[in-house]
């Protein structure tokens, strides 16, 4: 047997690249380049407690072990989660495609033209589907859409509402368990008021902000909400409506009857239950909430050539930019799930899900109607796909239980006299045939089957006509165009092209992790053992989930220093979040609520301040020093000034500069001393496995992104995953759910719809754990490390980089200082970066941490070869600034601010530009060979804020003469 060798295949650089990128760093060994690194003060005693590491083929018959241990039953269970068909073209191009599953964020808008005009449709099927103006490009779920929603017409209230103290959002009784919890977490720690009552008899008072409704609701039943939200609004009362995305399609959309947010999951169209996610939120407004509406937004704009193009747009909303006053975190978004649902769409087109929707309604209505022979009562008057059954005497509801176990079927048992049954798109009338008999055995009735008569089944009707659907949708070229496999393959190969993602080259983004998503981590996900188990299916049906979760829980604890792990927040933004409602719901157990002081580095990631302000903490800013460490003497001084209130720090290691800061452990000490916690920020957890660890470094509790350190992929910018560890202290406190038993026995309220979060993305960090093993782990690292510092050794001599430790190392990441060359040169850093994409690069990190910089970080994935092909191209780039500096080329008409070249500008027959065509699009002799093109040249972001149009509509209608 072939013994492991996945570590070979992980890491970039070979035995013979190694030496040389170790002799240009100028040590002798990789030993002593993480030694001139790392404090041995906080170095790990000994070698990492895991097991050796699997090889490709060993892996994947363990797995596959694992996920038999996963009982695939027929679900009916509902609640928000549904089994779908996920059309093969839309798995094969899109869920299994590196093109799609490895770019990052779209921040650089023309290298990202291909998803962004993905998420657009996404945006324009949202929109059409609930009557509504305006949509976001996806949230993390359901249960946080709605959770934003409340928060965003709290923050929208008029002064009178404010004056009048109008604090209060009701939420409708009937509304999922789930999305309730997290609307309680998050209400509590911003001072708002929850009221969880029935609309049936809505009074609107002085007291109440808003409403939110859900529709159809968790046990299928329809109202009518046309009068309600009337009444809401001459009383100056927001609504908002959770509302099943795919009845829409049949059902009045809540923009017809005046909503004012809709919100919900696109997990219906195409996306796996997978456990619970990662799912697509929708988030649907009007537009005068455009400059409240949280996550990204996608909008049509222009380039310097006057062709339309895509970007995110108002992006000053978000927390990058605004810290802890933005409205909007960025990073909560799903956007691969959200291209796949919103393609599930145009594949399908207005007529195919109209006819799944039909499909699903029709069955319901038989099932509804047998049903009730066999001495049952079906009680929902109105409904689209769910029915609640009331259990007559002598039926007992066990033996129910056990007959349709038996027939590998789960229902929604909501009490002892009630189930709940939701059908989906898979459903057949066989399947509705076995429920029936399920039923008719438990009521010792003779079964009958039912035989469907087409014209006769047309006529089923479930709900009152005037709730009938009257408005058009999908009525987009987009939409009805690609209807064929061909059609649809061509279209996603098109926009795949139009991307710049890891398949193509490396991304080389400081504290982004762009690593390898290796093929062996990602094959599980397309198993039905994983995709098709609903989060709240039974326990004995979810085994190898469970044996999954907790090794994996297990492994990061070991890589941690912790002493458990919360697998539930469901991005890197949600897993701060909840790391400091356990600090708080600690210090509350002790009579200790008031302390509500979060210490927070200048340097930080903008989501600290926004998580902490979410979280109502009051933060005060710590000063960083002129080599950008914490300012020692400003964190003392703050520390003790706020000792009586003092909650937290909340810091990243190593630092969001690159540097392993010598002073962490007293940092850490001084936050103790003065009655605080240590949240550790586990964006750079890339540059500690193995070597040492947030427990070791005095830490109480660091959030883990999964798609960074433990390879999950970025997709575009989501799915994130962002689990909790905790000290020992803290465990009674990680997150609860109110479905599914988790968390300590003091659990803090859900974070995420879902118990497990985004569960089934889990499998690929379980996968890089066992391949890699604990020494793999520790080499991915140490890799890591000398691929930045080889970068550094290179780029020294033509670029001032910015921050290094003591011993002049960085850590796993750089900063390259670019503000120079706006003065010498009017060059900015993100004129650098467009120029990058000339040679066929992703930029750095541009402006972060510091403004005018560039960060880059190789991570170990990359090879010698790819890391010296960047170099060249940043030295390259580094002349052509030089040549303007030196009066060669005109300041402002040169081939930097130029930038990128398209294929249309370089084979114009109207050149006019004073330099080559060859110059702007083939800088080196290797894009020759492999030319990536821009499918834009430079943006007009400005443009499309003032035009903001956020639809697939046709160019003439927002082209302006």
Known sequence: MITNNFIDRHNGPGKSETEIMLKAIGVNSLDQLIDE????????????????????????????????????????IGM?????????????????????????TPYQAEISQGR???????????????????????LLDEATAAAEAMIMLHNARPREAVKAGANTFIVS??????????LETRAK????????KSCNDFEPAAHIFGVLLQYPNQYGEIHEYRKLVNLAHENGITVAVAADLLSLALLTPPGDWGADVVVGSTQRFGIPMGFGGPHAAYFATKEEYKRFIPGRIIGVSVDAQGNRALRMALQTREQHIKRERATSNICTAQALLAIMAGM??????????REIARHINILTGVLSTEVQKYGYKQLNANFFDTLLISIPEGVNIDVLRKLAVESHVNFNYVDNDKIGISLDETTSLDDVNLVLHIFASAAKKQFIEFVCDPDECGLIRTFAPSMDRQSDYLTEPVFNSYHSETEMMRFLKKLENRDLALNRSMIPLGSCTMKLNAVAELIPLSWPEFGAIHPFAPADQTEGYNILIRELEKALCEVTGFKAVSMQPNSGASGEYAGLLVIKAYNESRGEGHRKVCLIPASAHGTNPASAAMAGMEVVVVKTDPNGNIDMADLHEKAIKHKDNLAALMVTYPSTHGVFEESILEIAATIHENGGQVYMDGANMNAQVGLTNPGTIGADVC?????????????GGGPGVGPIGVAEHLVPFLPGHPVV??????????????????ALVLPISYAYIKLLGGNGLTMATRYAILTANYIKSRLEGHYKILYSGSKGRVAHELILDCNQYLKTADVAAIDIAKRLMDYGFHAPTVAFPVGGTLMVEPTESEPLSELDRFVDAMIAIRKEIADIEEGKVDKHDNVIRHAPHTLAMVTTDDWTLPYSREKAAFPMPCAKEDKYWPAVTRIDDAWGDRNLVCTCAPIESYVKG
């Open 116 to 138: 962004l005009e993905a998420l657009l449709t996404y945006q324009t099927m949202v929109t059409d589907l609930t009557g509504m103006p305006l949509a976001n490009a996806s």
């Open 37 to 76: 690194t790392i404090p041995s003060s906080i170095r790990l005693p000994k070698p990492l407690n895991l097991p050796a590491g699997l090889n490709e083929f060993e892996y994947l018959n363990h797995i596959k072990t694992l996920a038999s241990k996963n009982k695939v039953f027929k679900s009916y």
């Open 344 to 353: 599930y769409a145009a594949y399908h087109g207005p007529k195919g899900i």
């Open 173 to 182: 009784t009937n509304t999922y368990p789930q999305t309730i919890a997290v």
């Open 741 to 758: 038993k988790t968390g300590g026995e003091k659990a803090i309220q859900a974070v995420a719809a879902a118990p497990y979060g985004s």
């Open 703 to 715: 959030h883990l992104n999964l798609h960074k350190t433990f390879a999950i992929p970025h997709g």
């Open 80 to 104: 928000g989660y549904y089994n779908t068909i996920t059309p093969g073209v839309i798995l094969r191009n899109i869920f299994e495609n590196p093109g799609w599953y490895t770019s990052y």
């Open 189 to 196: 720690h911003l001072g708002i008021e929850i009221e969880i």
